[in-house]
T-cell receptor, first 116, second 115 residues
Framework: NAGVTQTPKFRVLKTGQSMTLLCAQD?????MYWYRQDPGMGLRLIHY???????AKGEVPDGYNVSRLKKQNFLLGLESAAPSQTSVYFC???????????????FGPGTRLLVL | AQSVSQHNHHVILSEAASLELGCNYS??????LFWYVQYPGQHLQLLLK??????LVKGIKGFEAEFIKSKFSFNLRKPSVQWSDTAEYFC?????????????FGKGTMLLVSP
């Protein structure tokens, strides 16, 4: 049981290049999330998905796209990378929302991205 | 939109000192509250959470937090810290009526425990 895994662990891009970050979970969770973590800013939600084939925007969605073609995978894409997207990206997953349930999000190890 | 405020960005303590990290949120309805910890170079892990019942919640590694609804607070405490508690701590909130499990995080508090 690997939990939440992310690929790659580290990447360097030049401005304008594109890339896709892959998140996979083996806990059969309905919900998946992408966050970025910047010093002094905490974690900010980029996009999330409440099920296969569905996605929604979070707090900071501009410059990113996502896809959830399979329940266990959630992809984050950068079509044209910018230096402002230099960050650590975390994926998370959780069971579906239940009123009064307080579902826990489980996080992956992160992807460190540097855009030059 | 809801927000989460963590009062201290950096806290430095000696081993065996007591710890209290402040967290306040701005949301008037029912909330689920979480404390996550991120050890150096690692991913976030859940310390504890409150979603109903006893407002004093106990988590892993001797941590506890108290939900005070009237103060919109969910402060994290530990009676005696250890060097291994050096980490960044994040408070997060999920409003019940959002219908989703999305979290709004505070900016984090970096705790450094000196031996």
């Amino acid at each position: 049981n690997a939990g939440v895994t992310q690929t790659p662990k580290f990447r360097v891009l030049k401005t304008g290049q594109s890339m896709t970050l892959l998140c996979a979970q083996d806990m059969n969770h309905e919900y998946m999330y992408w966050y970025r973590q910047d010093p002094g800013m905490g974690l900010r939600l980029i996009h999330y998905s409440v099920g296969e084939g569905t996605t929604a925007k979070g707090e900071v969605p501009d410059g990113y796209n996502v896809s959830r073609l399979k329940k266990q995978n959630f992809l984050l894409g950068l079509e044209s990378a910018a230096p402002s997207q230099t960050s650590v990206y975390f994926c998370a997953s959780s069971m579906r929302f239940r009123r009064g349930g307080g579902e826990t999000q489980y996080f992956g190890p992160g992807t460190r991205l540097l855009v030059l | 939109a809801q927000s989460v405020s963590q009062h201290n960005h950096h806290v430095i303590l000696s081993e065996a000192a007591s710890l209290e990290l402040g967290c306040n949120y701005s949301y008037g309805g029912t909330v689920n509250l979480f404390w996550y910890v991120q050890y150096p170079g690692q991913h976030l892990q859940l310390l504890l959470k409150y979603f109903s019942g006893d407002p004093l919640v106990k988590g892993i590694k001797g941590f506890e937090a108290e939900f005070i609804k009237s103060k919109f607070s969910f402060n994290l405490r530990k009676p005696s810290v250890q060097w291994s508690d050096t980490a960044e701590y994040f408070c997060a909130v999920n409003p019940e009526n959002s219908g989703y499990s999305t979290l709004t995080f505070g900016k984090g508090t970096m705790l450094l425990v000196s031996p």
